[in-house]
């Protein structure tokens, strides 16, 4: 464990579903991230959070929605998605934004 | 934008040495380095700030050039677990994301 678990680990949905991806982190932590990881691409930004608030969107689609009820569950809403959506979703978190950020396993989502 | 990182890949004998950069166009507050592995969560190695410092980490060591908005990551004496994928992250002065670059793939042959 690396201090912030995700799950499901994989998950396989088709387009008309809806599904949430949830993380948790008992660091202690108040800042968590949502990065997009494609192959042959570099880890996307998509939300930040800080102290339960959003604080970025990185011009992600609605058919992604964020949640974070309290400083250590981030959870990530999916709907209608398509299959180019079909990526590594990683989970992140540090303790506000300028220090080292601790990642989750991620969520291996593929989109059929 | 994205920081950009060279070489995109590397191989090595153990004990050799490697050298891994990031350079971004934009000014930056901070540069962190991470190493994923296959199938694994990336986990951070270092964090450095502005001023020039440079770190080290066992074998691996860092420097950061805040004028010429670069960085470098020194591998020494590789070992096979040095293998993995290495990702720098920068931050902006005014700060609150990392945006990262694609990575440098890094394997260690015996």
């Known amino acids: 464990e690396t201090g912030v678990t995700q799950t499901p680990r994989h998950l396989v949905m088709g387009m008309t579903n809806k599904k949430s991806l949830k993380c948790e982190q008992h660091?202690?932590?108040?800042?968590m991230y949502w990065y997009k990881q494609s192959a042959k691409k570099p880890l996307e930004l998509m939300f930040v959070?800080?102290?339960?608030?959003?604080?970025e969107n990185n011009s992600v689609p609605s058919r992604f929605s964020p949640e974070c009820p309290n400083s250590s569950h981030l959870f990530l809403h999916l709907h209608t998605l398509q299959p180019e959506d079909s990526a590594l979703y990683l989970c992140?978190?540090?303790?506000?934004?300028?220090?080292?950020?601790?990642f989750g396993s991620g969520t291996r989502l593929t989109v059929v | 934008q994205q920081p950009v990182q060279s070489p995109q890949a590397v191989i090595l004998r153990e004990g050799e040495d490697a050298v891994i950069n990031c350079s971004s166009s934009?000014?930056?507050?901070?540069v962190h380095w991470y190493r994923q592995k296959h199938g694994e969560a990336p986990v951070f190695l270092m964090i450095?700030?502005?001023?020039?410092e440079q770190k080290g980490h066992e074998k691996i060591s860092a420097s950061f050039n805040e004028k010429k908005q670069q960085s470098s990551l020194y591998l020494t004496a590789s070992q096979l677990s040095y293998s993995g994928t290495y990702f720098c992250?920068?931050?902006?002065?005014?700060?609150?994301?990392?945006?990262f670059g694609e990575g440098t793939q890094l394997t260690v042959n015996p």
């Open positions: 959070y800080n102290f339960k608030e959003q604080t």
């Open positions: 450095l700030l502005k001023g020039g």
């Open positions: 992140a978190s540090s303790q506000d934004n300028h220090y080292g950020y601790t």
């Open positions: 660091l202690g932590h108040n800042a």
């Open positions: 992250g920068t931050e902006s002065p005014s700060g609150s994301r990392l945006t």
């Open positions: 934009k000014a930056l507050y901070s």
